[in-house]
Structure formats: structure tokens, C-alpha cells
């Protein structure tokens, strides 16, 4: 006798099952503590399994099941070239990414990203860097404030206890790594008081490779730092990834407005902004536009 059937008539009370949930709820945890990257995939509309859940991470391995291997098939390779957006969400019919699965027309499955919450290191407590690091609280990204001079990061100046402020008495490149970790979902802005401390912070950023990493400074300071870490080794592909001078042209004068335009390239480096005028568009091209 044949036993196949439709994958819509699954049994219902398999993606539900208490294993499966702390299986689940396990393999975010992991992924949130070891600062990686995943989709968690949820079967939105359907005629069967609806709220069924499976977590694909940005490897390929993946924690849960739809109740049919064809769907978390096709599910799991959708959810990688999610991850490869700057989408923190999205809906997809199953026909979209999956034609040929007649059974599951009509279905559609919620992609949401999962990561660690962003966070802004900040080297440096001088006046661009205390700017930025309230800046950065203000945006709602977990700030991680440092200076070697103790005086320069204590509650009296922050008292936002959202700013976790880290005297490096034992050096930058300790303190740094530390807040760093392994850089997943991790912007490092390096604003301190001179080229040997931009130098000592800039190795240990680089070796963790953040999302994001920038240093201030003018164009001949900042080439001095990074020819001082070619010299030492480190690649040009790693060097291209450091926004030196930091931030985005927009005029800054004061410390604020400097981290401002800082703040502002970070956050365009998260969700893939192109930093062009919206109103563009409305502008008639020039004559070496068109």
C-alpha cells in the first residue's frame, strides 16, 4: 500500500513538538552568543503546519523542519540569499523561490534575520568620540565606549548606563579585542588622540575584521597608520576595508557634526544605503550623465 502523502497533510503537531521549540530556541541562543549570522524561517500561510519554524544559518546547517524535505530544501536556499541582504525581514510565496512544489502553492514563508544587536565600539573618549558614542545610544545601537585614561570614561561624563565604558589600562589591543569579539554585527570607529594609539587599536580591529571599521584623522595621518600595518603585514584587501579618513563628506565642523557624518556612514554600511541624495532623482542629468 502506498503511504505517500500530500506534504500539506503533515501531522500538524510535529512543528510544534517541545523538542523541536528547545532545539530551536537553543540554536538562536548559539547563534546570539557566538555572534554568527542566521535566517529564522516561519511558514506564515499554509494549509497545514502553519507557525512551523526552521533556523538556517549563514553556513547552510539548519535547525528545524516544515515537515517536508523538499520544502526545507528549497526554504534553506532561499534563506541564505536573504541573509546575503540588508533585509531584517521579508514575506515570499513559495512559488516564488520554489515553482516546481505544486503542494505548497498558495503558502508563503517569513524570512527574518537574526544577529547579534548592533554595536557601536568607539576608540577614543576625546569630543568626537563621547559625541558619538551618545549619537550612536540615541540610534538605539549598544555602545562600547574606551580610552586608556581612566578619567575620560566614567559614569560622571556617561551616565547612560547603555554606554559600557572600558578603561584600557592594560592596553588598547586587550581592551579592544574583548569589545570586538568576533565583529559580527560590529562597527569600531577608532577616534583617539594620536597616531600610536590609532596604530595599536587599528591591529587588534583588523584581525577581527567588524562589519565596519573606520579612523579620523586627515588623509596623511591615516595613510601614515596604514603603511605602518602594510609594513607589519596585513593585507590590502583588509587595509581597502578601513574608511579612513572616517565618515561621510558632509561639511563637519564640530565634534557633533563629525559624528554625525561617522554615524551616518555606519549606518549605511548596515542597511546598504548609497549615501546619494534622495533627491536625486528630481535633479535633470547633466549632459556627462546621459
Not at 579618513?245 to 563637519?252: E, K, N, Q, R, T
Request: hydrophobic share 45%; glycine share 8%.
Amino acid at each position: 500500500m502506498n503511504d505517500a502523502r500530500d506534504p500539506r497533510e503533515a501531522d500538524d503537531a510535529r512543528p510544534h513538538d517541545g523538542d523541536d521549540a528547545r532545539a530551536l530556541a537553543e540554536a538562536i541562543s548559539q547563534v546570539l552568543r557566538g555572534g554568527s549570522l542566521a535566517a529564522l524561517a516561519t511558514l506564515v500561510v499554509a494549509q497545514r503546519n502553519v507557525g512551523a519554524k526552521a533556523l538556517v544559518r549563514a553556513g547552510g546547517a539548519s535547525v528545524g523542519s516544515f515537515g517536508d524535505a523538499a520544502l526545507d530544501e528549497a526554504v534553506a536556499a532561499r534563506a541564505i540569499k536573504f541573509l546575503s541582504s540588508r533585509q531584517e525581514a521579508a514575506t515570499h510565496a513559495v512559488e516564488e523561490f520554489a515553482p516546481t512544489l505544486e503542494a505548497w502553492r498558495g503558502a508563503r514563508v517569513m524570512f527574518e534575520r537574526v544577529e547579534p544587536e548592533p554595536h557601536v565600539v568607539v576608540c577614543g573618549a576625546g569630543h568626537v568620540g563621547a559625541a558619538l558614542a551618545r549619537l550612536a545610544r540615541a540610534l538605539s545601537y549598544r555602545v562600547t565606549l574606551i580610552d586608556d585614561r581612566a578619567d575620560f570614561v566614567t559614569r560622571a561624563r556617561f551616565p547612560d548606563d547603555g554606554v559600557a565604558l572600558v578603561a584600557a589600562t592594560e592596553g588598547w589591543a586587550k581592551a579592544v579585542r574583548e569589545a570586538v569579539g568576533t565583529g559580527r554585527g560590529v562597527a569600531v570607529a577608532v577616534v583617539t588622540r594620536g597616531h600610536n594609539e590609532d596604530e595599536e587599536c587599528l591591529r587588534a580591529v583588523v584581525a577581527a575584521r567588524p562589519d565596519y571599521v573606520g579612523m579620523i584623522g586627515s588623509k596623511r595621518r591615516t595613510n601614515i597608520v596604514l603603511e605602518r600595518l602594510r609594513e607589519a603585514g596585513v593585507s590590502e584587501e583588509t587595509l581597502r576595508e578601513v574608511r579612513a579618513p572616517v565618515g561621510l563628506d558632509i561639511g563637519a565642523v564640530s565634534p557633533e557634526e563629525v559624528a554625525l557624518s561617522i554615524l551616518a556612514e555606519i549606518v549605511a554600511e548596515r542597511r546598504g544605503g548609497t549615501c546619494a541624495p534622495l533627491s536625486a532623482w528630481r535633479r535633470p542629468r547633466t549632459e556627462n550623465e546621459r
